[in-house]
Structure formats: structure tokens, C-alpha cells
């Protein structure tokens, strides 16, 4: 960690207005007088140009950004007072969703983009960690697993990888300009970006891979993830300039899930939704679809207020993203959907033809049993099927919408030997949550779409085709990718800036995972042969 100084006063220069002094910045600033810091210049002294000339689509420009065969650096410059709020906000409520005042900065293949007074904050739920100085989060319920000794114990100068959102359009005003708004929206289709450490994952790959994997077998609504740098650079003194630079290592980038995200899928995917209108709903915390899921909706069903005030704060299982001035309706709609679901009979003569009728109006079952058959070769038993967890539902039915429901993937840092629970080798692909822990009728909507033999039939056709040795889950292709992308980050790892008291590596290690001999990815056994094996053993069964 190393500290420098600008060598012109900025006079009390608020971060707030870094935005209308950046000509004066490119002038004035100075790069660090370290020689081993020549890579970490000063956000702001390039001769290139900001924002480049925008690409030809949406998808255009979200491959690019999220292309991983080009290694990204994102660079976030905080003042110190800011910085501390963060860390106080965090102290009073470890979940508080309070953004504080930032500038991102992402350069990547030549083109770089700089989004000012962007909203930061700590993001992240029983991973969420402080990222400086002593964590004492777990008084508040936060559990992991972890060595909180070792975490109340640290300086308050020491840091560590902790996961961040930032939101580019968090302090417009309400009124702002047709430009305002396009200035605060990344090469035209993003609003944000999520920020995420690599925990419990020695192997640098997990959640990369999965989506990587999700979107090569079609499950379009896999968000994009990609690899970066990341640095902080923190202003200590707004007066004469001085500076901080912490380099914390390599984090995941991956795509949020919003408007911005719906517009995109609608333009790029011929079956896609036809509409970006309709309600985007944040499943979490046994969002099962059963009728108890629902049974207390002032409880169940609502809008997530996460304050710095824990007896203010409200967190749902089923949490609105879109359309919040007309929650009332989308709370009626998404309850009306589960309530019908509840009252299907696959079992009662003639249920099954009913049944196959209301899926195949009301969602796209293909894309929804690719979502299932990648979750189960994934070892993903934190998702619908298995922990009622990690997914968004999007209701296509504004006036032009298809009328149909959709299942967006999330959070898939429960895979490749890191279950909820049990070994995930094992688990019965044919029964995944009842593996996994649920009881009969816990999972509603998976249970009765397999019950149709046509659904069933499908499933399992596009387990052993994704299990296919010859497939991108096959062992050849699968350490082809996985080698490329270790060998692309492994240099830029381990920081000299940070501490590694928790869940993160300063190293790639191919350990297993929880599972142990059960998951490794690039020595035998693998998890390539062990799940091919497990699928195969259970549909001769």
C-alpha cells in the first residue's frame, strides 16, 4: 500500500464536482513515485478519451465488457470520509443497502469507460464482510463460515476482498435530462455492476464457469460475468491531494440483473420476452412457490428496505425491482400465479394434459429445464430446486408481453464442492431437492413439470446431453477453459495490500472444495467423470 501526493491543491475540492474539473485533473495530477506502482496511475491521466464511440448494439457492447479472454481493470477513487461512512454503515447494519459517493473507472481492450459520482456500497449476504479493520458483523446474525477471531482481531488498518455494487445513476435527480440520463448509462446498456470476491473459490473459476457454461447451453438469462482488476484508490486529504492506492486483486464482474437487462434479452433472443414492462421480482429466502411462501404476504412479498437501522429494515422473500409505484398489482399477480400452480393435479385422471396445458401458456418450460439440468451438473443445491434460493422471475405480461414467466439465474458461488449441504456428486439428479433436503411438495413447480412424462423426458435428455464427454461440460473442454482463465489472472492474485483472514486465496489451488476428492477440476477424480457417472447411473436406474 503506498501513499502519494497530487502536486497541485484541489482547496477542498468535494468528489461531487470531480465531474466538472476532469479537464483540469488530466492536467494537474501526478503519478505515483513508486516504480513498482507503474501500472497504477492515476485514474484520470490518460491521452485517450473516456467513453468510447458506442458499439452497434446493446449485445455488442456487453460481449465486449464481459469478453473473458481479455483480462478488465476497474479502478474506484473514494474519498476518505466517504470511505469511512461506508464502513460505519456497515458497523450499525452489516446488510444496509446505503450507497455512498464514488467514481468508477473500467478499461478493457483499449477502451475506457468513466461513470462520476457513481453510488458505492458493500454488497453481499452471509458473505458479506468488512473491508477494513475488525469485523464484528457477526453480532448482528451475520454467521459464515469463518475465523471471527481472526476477523475482530485484525488492525484497523488492514484490509481485505469484500464484494461491492455500484449503481452509476444512484444520485441523478429526479429531474434529470434526457443527457443526464445517457451520461450515467455505460456504453448504452448498463446502469451498474456488481463487484464480486472470489469466496470459498481457490479455483478462480466458479461462478464464471457457470454462467459461462448456462449461456453456451442456451439459458440466455444467465447474466454475463467476467474477470477484473481491482483497485481503490482513497483521497485522504481533499486539500492538498494526497492519495492511497490499494490493490485488491482479482474480482468477478457480472451483469445486473434490471431494465437494462431486460431491454437487452428482448432485442438479442428471437424467444425471449417481448416485452420490458413487466414486474422483475428478487427470489430469496425459501421463495418456493408453495402457498406458505405467500401465507403472510405483509411479510412475504414486498419491497427491500435495508437501511443503517436494523429495526427499519425489511427484507422479502419475493422482492419487487420493477414497476415499485404499482406494487399492489404485482403483488396480486404473483400470488394469483402460485395460488393457480397450487391447485394442479398431475396425479387425477386427465392432470397431467391440464397440467401441460397451463405450463406450456404460462412460462418457457425449455429454458426453464436447461436452467435445472445446468444447475444440478453444477452442483448447484443453493438454487429454486434445492434451497427455494438465487433466482429473479420475470413476468412478461404488460400489454405487449408474451404473457409468459421467465427464470432469471443468480448468486451461483454454491457450486463445484461448495454445497448447501451433502455431497453434491452424489445427489440424485432425478430428485435433486428432495437430495438436497426439501420434503415432498416443498417445491412445487419442478415436482409437477417432471411428473409430465414429455417434461420429464426432456429433462433428462438435456442432462446427458450437457454431460456429454465431448460437451463444454466434457473434461477436455472444460480444463481447456478453466487453464486459460487461471493463467490469465493467477499473476494478479495476491496483493501485497490486503489480509486474507477469511473465505479468499492469495493463490489458485485446486483443493476439492467442502467435498474434498469429489470435485476437483483439473486432477483425477474430476467432477466431469463423477457427474456424468451420477447421471448415467440414475436414469438407467
Avoid at 456488481?194 to 473459490?201: A, M, S, T, V
Wanted: aromatic share 14%; proline share 5%; hydrophobic share 35%.
Amino acid at each position: 500500500m503506498k501513499k502519494y501526493k497530487m502536486t497541485a491543491s484541489w482547496g477542498g475540492l468535494s468528489l461531487l464536482l470531480l465531474a466538472g474539473v476532469l479537464s483540469l485533473l488530466i492536467s494537474c495530477a501526478s503519478k505515483p513515485k513508486d516504480p513498482n506502482a507503474k501500472e497504477i496511475l492515476f485514474p484520470y491521466e490518460y491521452d485517450s478519451p473516456s467513453n468510447p464511440t458506442p458499439f452497434a448494439s446493446d449485445t455488442e457492447a456487453l460481449d465486449y465488457i464481459f469478453d473473458n479472454k481479455v483480462l478488465g481493470k476497474t479502478t474506484i477513487t473514494i474519498p476518505r470520509s466517504e470511505w469511512d461512512t461506508m464502513l460505519e454503515n456497515f458497523d450499525a447494519y452489516y446488510r444496509n443497502e446505503v450507497p455512498v459517493h464514488a467514481d468508477y473507472m473500467f478499461e478493457k481492450g483499449g477502451k475506457r469507460w468513466i461513470m462520476s459520482d457513481t453510488g458505492f456500497r458493500l454488497r453481499g449476504n452471509t458473505t458479506r464482510v468488512r473491508p477494513q479493520g475488525p469485523d464484528y458483523s457477526h453480532s448482528q446474525g451475520n454467521h459464515k463460515w469463518s475465523n471471527w477471531q481472526g476477523l475482530q482481531g485484525a488492525g484497523k488498518d488492514k484490509y481485505r476482498q469484500s464484494s461491492f455494487k455500484v449503481s452509476f445513476d444512484k444520485f441523478l435527480p429526479d429531474d434529470a435530462t434526457d443527457e443526464q440520463k445517457a451520461a450515467v448509462n455505460m456504453a448504452g446498456c448498463m446502469k451498474g455492476v456488481n463487484l464480486k470476491r472470489f469466496q470459498g473459490d481457490s479455483a478462480y473459476i466458479r461462478e464464471i464457469y457457470s454462467f459461462d457454461l448456462m449461456r453456451g447451453y442456451g439459458v440466455w438469462t444467465a447474466p454475463r460475468a467476467a474477470y477484473t482488476r481491482l483497485f481503490v484508490q482513497i483521497y485522504e486529504d481533499m486539500t492538498d491531494g494526497s492519495y492511497t492506492i490499494l490493490n485488491y486483486g482479482i474480482y468477478e464482474m457480472f451483469e445486473e440483473i434490471g431494465k437494462e437487462m431486460l431491454d437487452e434479452r428482448s432485442k438479442a433472443t428471437d424467444d425471449a420476452w417481448t416485452s420490458t414492462k413487466g414486474n422483475l421480482w428478487k427470489c430469496q429466502e425459501k421463495s418456493d412457490f408453495t402457498l406458505y411462501s405467500i401465507a403472510k404476504p405483509e411479510l412475504d412479498i414486498g419491497i427491500d428496505v435495508l437501511t443503517t437501522v436494523p429495526e427499519e429494515s425489511k427484507s422479502y422473500r419475493y422482492c419487487l425491482k420493477t414497476n415499485k409505484k404499482d406494487f399492489d398489482s404485482a403483488a396480486a399477480e404473483l400470488a394469483a400465479w402460485i395460488e393457480e400452480l397450487a391447485v394442479i393435479d398431475v396425479y387425477k385422471e386427465g392432470g397431467k394434459e391440464k397440467a401441460k396445458e397451463w405450463f406450456d401458456s404460462h412460462m418457457e418450460v425449455d429454458l426453464f429445464l436447461r436452467t435445472m439440468a445446468c444447475n444440478v451438473i453444477l452442483g448447484m443445491d443453493d438454487d429454486y430446486w434445492g434451497n427455494g434460493n438465487n433466482f429473479y422471475l420475470y413476468f412478461d405480461t404488460s400489454a405487449k408481453g408474451s404473457g409468459k414467466l421467465y427464470m432469471i439465474p443468480f448468486d451461483y458461488d454454491h457450486t463445484f464442492g461448495n454445497p448447501v449441504g451433502g455431497d453434491p456428486t452424489n445427489k440424485n439428479p432425478l430428485n435433486w431437492g428432495k437430495a438436497s433436503g426439501a420434503r415432498p411438495g416443498d417445491r412445487p413447480l419442478m415436482e409437477k413439470l417432471i411428473a409430465i412424462p414429455e417434461y420429464m423426458e426432456l429433462y433428462k435428455k438435456y442432462l446427458l446431453e450437457f454431460t456429454d464427454p465431448a460437451s463444454r461440460f466434457g473434461k477436455e473442454q472444460s480444463q481447456e477453459r478453466i487453464r486459460a482463465w487461471q493463467a490469465m489472472v493467477e499473476p494478479f492474485i495476491k496483493s501485497p495490500n490486503l489480509i486474507y483472514d477469511h473465505d479468499t486465496t492469495n493463490r489458485i489451488l485446486d483443493n476439492g472444495g467442502y467435498t474434498m476428492n469429489k470435485y476437483f477440476l483439473l486432477q483425477g477424480p474430476t467432477v466431469w467423470e463423477g457427474k456424468r457417472k451420477a447421471v448415467e447411473k440414475a436414469i438407467n436406474k
